[in-house]
C-alpha cells in the first residue's frame, strides 16, 4: 500500500503562485507514475499534470501548459507542482495519484492509489 498526503493549497489572486506537494509512503518503490488531477465544483475530476519513470514521460493538460510544472524527488517520496499565474478556472480541489503500472499517464483510472485532496482557490 501507499499513502499519498497533498499540502500547500489555499486562497490566491488570479496572478498568484502556488506550490502544491504530496507526500507519498509506504511501498512507494512500486511506484511508477505520479499525478494531479482536480475537481472542480459540479465538473468531473480531470488530468493536470504526471510524470512516470519507466518509461520516462511527462505531460500536462492543454490548459496548464507553460503556468504549471511538475517534478518529483529522486526517492519518489514527494511530489510537487508549481502553480504560476493562476487563473480563476484553476480552482479545483487538487489530488495526488500514484500508480504502479501506468501506461495512458493522463488516465485517472490507471492509477492505484489517491490522497484526499488539497483546495485551490483563485479569486478574480
Known amino acids: 500500500q501507499v499513502q499519498l498526503v497533498e499540502s500547500g493549497g489555499g486562497l490566491v489572486q488570479a496572478g498568484g503562485s502556488l506550490r502544491l506537494s504530496c507526500a507519498a509512503s509506504g511501498r512507494t518503490f512500486s511506484i511508477n507514475a505520479m499525478g494531479w488531477f482536480r475537481q472542480a465544483p459540479g465538473k468531473e475530476r480531470e488530468f493536470v499534470a504526471a510524470?512516470?519513470?519507466?518509461?520516462?514521460?511527462?505531460a500536462y493538460v492543454d490548459s496548464v501548459k507553460g503556468r504549471f510544472t511538475i517534478n518529483s524527488d529522486n526517492t519518489k517520496n514527494t511530489l510537487y507542482l508549481q502553480m504560476n499565474n493562476l487563473k480563476p478556472e484553476d480552482t479545483a480541489v487538487y489530488y495526488c495519484?500514484?500508480?504502479?503500472?501506468?501506461?495512458?499517464?493522463?488516465?485517472?483510472?490507471?492509477?492505484?492509489?489517491w490522497g484526499q485532496g488539497t483546495e485551490v482557490t483563485v479569486s478574480s
Open positions: 495519484a500514484a500508480g504502479r503500472v501506468v501506461r495512458s499517464i493522463g488516465n485517472s483510472r490507471e492509477y492505484d492509489y
Open positions: 510524470i512516470r519513470w519507466s518509461p520516462s514521460s511527462t
